[in-house]
């Protein structure tokens, strides 16, 4: 199987359908009898809604239903509830206002659901909502996310005041105290990580379409985890029973963390189906998607550094105040503490670490994970202060970080904040991509540019991710309102081929070929009798979904343990047939032998006889060769690596050209290096976004100025150089792959290495620091008030 | 039903349609004609996912109307491949696995092709200029950058 197993790079078997044109995403759907929705939305960031009159609209040629909040709480809806409870520092609970799917009382940032408009066309649609007669009060939006918390800002919600939705600290205050007290030198950085919008190329969609046969609701759906989306529409927003509710996610363009969550939309269209008793069909069209998709990072963070004469980290102190925007998202309280502070160890031996985030509302968009969700901005000021102390010190950078990695011998590492690294080798990954980019001839290059008039810079960056989340008990534990196991199912057929069913979504991460891989590799199958099935909780036993670079770890995995209950019932099934003993019967390459003997049956003759149980022990032992496995991660992944860049800077105009960049990862065993090269790259390009172009930006008032390509910059080929990747490996101890996740390590590394190159290559006119996005008029301006 | 008759020729063969007078090319193309390779990404012609060649020229579908459709020749991703046979860059877009999500990649394919016709032989920087009508959020466009590349030594050769 070497040419299709694990390890090879296999061509992705969902190409040929994508490179044809003949993708079934959510939009290329359409259901018989379709109506069509659109959103009346809050132009407003904050008011009060006096009333809604829908008499004009509902009028309006076409127009088959129009909805409101009351509507909604007539109908006794739920909340979109946010699944992860923190504990504040005081112990108490943190506030949890609600957030109900069409906003009755107040509208709360611009873009915010007010209500919905179903009609004979999306035309028809679109006009009638202009006749949707909203009486707003304007009250004074709180937008600003330095102020939002301060006495006199405008309360957004009554369930938090002060706008605070939780005051969170991690690691040993008084110990880093201490630490700080015996310092040599303390590193000192105010630094913002900017508000991203996640920007999928295939904006949200929704059908909704009620059975009134069997009074059932079928939801398809651009969703990275369709069970959690039956679950919370079922059990929170409460529109059906679980049984009565099938939520199907086809192919879906992109996710990047903004189709994890269960938003209005995809409720609204639910329960409208009903109402109006035809399927309802919305498409977010890119102002939408801009105004809804929950954005992320929006960190203020001040950090500080203790380290003594030689370097070495003592104490790392972190202060940051995170934005939630105007409602909690379903995993908003996650991001900023159990994906954040939990990753301030970074790959150093820091003796102590406190962190306090204080988390706060606003009138802008809800704000959660974005690729990468909370380990970006953890990187980012780490390997930021990192750099500022190398700076201050007079240490060279990649020299500050030698001395202060964990050990390869030092595994298991219990860090200072939580968690347990079960692997990794960093100084490996350093030193690797360091000579893959020549650091040591760096000078004579940065000489070179500046006879050219250019300033040149190298930054580099060694980041940590946890992936793979994560043992139920620690995150229940932790808050978390959901179990985060997967179910795999590998079910044979008669003629020997192979079903996968998973509970991962592949949005891009090619499970469909790197899962086939594993089952090809495991049980002798060839790669093209196996299927994958995912995205269906009408197919598919159960499933948590795909986000936080937990498909394989986790995902593949449960399909690891439900091959082995395969080939376990296999072998008795064999021993039946072979008329030997089962612990005389071995499997190997798709054979079960009687040991030290020719006698073999194949798996699929296996397969045939559980199907066709002619001679079959069925006294001891069902038909059927068809096994369900959940799996439970004992612990988190942890890869990590070494991103090196470097860039010019042309002195007149401020624009940052990246010029190489390197990418050393640990991802443990790796399943397809294609796929992964992929993934590496486009998570680096992510990062660049974030670091160079990308922000979300907000006027006074709370009107979102990045609403449209043409405002918000996103990163396009020109932009970016080639990205040369490649790998180091130590093996994850605890899951039956050996694999660590690699999505987001990218986003992760990218925006810390490439903005210690560009403040590298500003150093010789005293720039120190320079905020992201690092965007042309903001470098010509370090430039021009630094000389 | 009333609306606007157009006569069009899509990937060879000729095409009729009704439409309306504000629907656009992308509409009558994904929703009357059931040709839903091109995507609509954003609607103002921003990232390039509607990408077809309407007489020879490349144009985002969303910017087009149907109506004005009338009398052209059209290329969309359907009509790439010959039979099942295809074109040398979706062969090197499989080869190299430059897509992910796949939902940009029929734009892609589309400007690539349009860029070869035009220059056979770009260098890199020009494949990178040439292609940054279209965004990908997934591939951090290297793998398409080498696809293109080597689809374009490929036809060359042929």
Known sequence: MADTGIGASVRRKEDQRFITGRGHYTDDLNRPGQAYAFFVRSPHAHARIKSVNTAAAARSPGVIGVFTGQDVAADKLGSIPCGWGVTQKDGKPMNAPPHMPLAAD???????????????????????????????????????????????????????????????????????????????????????????????????????????????????????????????????????????????????????????????????????????????????????????????????????????????????????????????????????????????????????????????????????????????????????????????????????????????????????????????????????????????????????????????????????????????????????????????????????????????????????????????????????????????????????????????????????????????????????????????????????????????KTIGEIAFAAYVPHNYPLSELEPGLDETAFYDPANFTFPAGTHVCEVEIDRDTGVVAVERWVAVDDFGRIINPMVVAGQVQGGVAHGVGQALCEAAVYDKSGQLLTGSYMDYCMPRAGDLPSIEVDTTVTLCTHNPLGVKGCGETGAIAAPATLINAIVDALAPLGVKHIEMPATSQRVWQAIHSAS | MSGIAVSTTINGDAVEFLCQAEETLLDVLRDRLGLTGAKEGCGTGDCGACSVIVDGRLVCACLVLGAEAEGSSIETIEGMADGDKLHPLQEKFLEHAALQCGVCTPGFLMAAKDLLTRNPDPTEEEIRFGLAGNLCRCTGYDKIVRAVQDAARVMKGA
């Open chain 1, 106 to 600: 107040k509208a709360r940032y611009v873009g915010d659901q007010v209500a919905l408009v179903v009609a004979e066309t999306y035309n028809q649609a679109r006009d009638a909502a202009e006749k949707v007669v909203v009486d707003y009060e304007v009250l004074p939006a709180s937008v600003d996310l330095a102020a939002t918390a301060k006495k006199g800002a405008p309360v957004i919600h009554d369930q938090a005041p002060n706008n605070v939705c939780f005051v969170w600290g991690l690691g040993d205050e008084a110990a880093t105290k201490a630490a700080f007290a015996k310092a040599h030198h303390v590193a000192k950085l105010n630094l913002v990580n900017n508000r991203v919008i996640p920007n999928a190329i295939e904006p949200r969609a929704a059908i909704g379409d009620f059975d009134t046969g069997d009074d059932s609701y079928t939801l398809y759906v651009t969703s990275q985890n369709p069970h959690l989306a039956r679950l919370v529409i079922s059990a929170f927003v409460q529109i059906a029973p679980e049984s009565k509710l099938r939520v199907v996610a086809p192919d879906v363009g992109g996710g990047f963390g903004s189709k994890i969550f269960i938003y209005a939309e995809e409720c609204v269209v639910t329960w409208a189906s009903r109402k109006v008793g035809r399927p309802v069909k919305w498409t977010a069209e890119r102002f939408e998607s801009f105004l809804s998709d929950a954005h992320g990072r929006d960190h203020l963070t001040h950090v500080e550094l203790a380290l003594d004469k030689d370097g070495k980290f003592l104490g790392l102190r972190v202060d940051t105040t995170a934005n939630m925007g105007a409602y909690l998202s379903n995993f908003a309280s996650a991001i900023p503490t159990y994906l954040y502070g939990t990753l301030l160890q970074g790959v150093y031996t820091t003796a102590a670490i406190y962190c306090e985030v204080t988390s706060v509302f606003t009138n802008t968009v809800p704000v959660d994970a974005v690729r990468g969700a909370g380990r970006p901005e953890a990187t980012y000021l780490i390997e930021r202060i990192v750099d500022v102390a190398a700076s201050d010190m007079g240490i060279d950078r990649a020299e500050i970080r030698r001395r202060n990695f964990i050990a390869a011998i030092a595994f298991p590492y219990q860090t200072q904040v939580a968690l347990q690294y079960d692997s990794g080798n960093y100084g490996a990954s350093l030193e690797k991509a360091l000579t893959m980019i020549d650091y040591a001839g760096f000078e004579k290059r940065r000489k070179e540019a500046a006879g050219r008039g250019k300033l040149r810079g190298i930054g580099l960056a060694s980041y940590i991710e946890a992936c793979g989340i994560a043992p139920s008990q620690v995150v229940g534990s932790l808050g978390a309102g959901v179990g985060l196991y997967e179910a795999g199912q590998v079910r044979f057929d008669a003629t020997g081929n192979v079903t996968v069913f998973t509970g991962s979504h592949t949005h891009g991460q090619s499970h469909e070929t790197t899962f086939a891989q594993i089952v090809s590799d495991y049980l002798g199958v060839p790669f093209e009798k196996i299927e994958v099935v995912h995205g269906d909780s009408g197919r598919i036993p159960f499933g948590m979904g795909t986000y936080g670079s937990r498909s394989l770890a986790v995902g593949g995995s449960a399909i690891v343990r439900a091959m082995d209950k395969v080939i376990a019932k296999g072998r008795r099934i064999a021993a039946h047939l072979l008329e030997a003993s089962e612990a005389d019967i071995e499997f190997k390459a798709g054979k079960f032998s009687v040991k030290g003997t020719d006698r073999a």
